[in-house]
């Protein structure tokens, strides 16, 4: 399962860049999908280093939306 929730994130991160590049709404959107796997990984690797870049990330993705729509 683990290695499925890591396929998704990097899925739902791609998928985010690309649509930032083309200045879509869907680039906030699929960014902010992408942090719930991220948020799986960080738990269950107990990867508490990461904690303030998803933190963070969360923050600028919302205000991102945000801003964009």
Do not use: C, D
Request: proline letters at 4%.
């Amino acid at each position: 399962m683990i290695l499925a929730v890591q396929l998704l994130a990097s899925a739902l991160t791609l998928a985010a860049v690309w649509q930032y590049g083309n200045k879509s709404i869907l680039g906030p959107v699929f960014s902010l999908a992408a942090q719930v796997p991220w948020w799986l990984i960080m738990v269950e690797g107990s990867l508490w280093g990461l904690l303030p870049l998803n933190g963070a990330m969360l923050f600028i993705h919302a205000r991102n939306f945000w801003k964009w729509r």
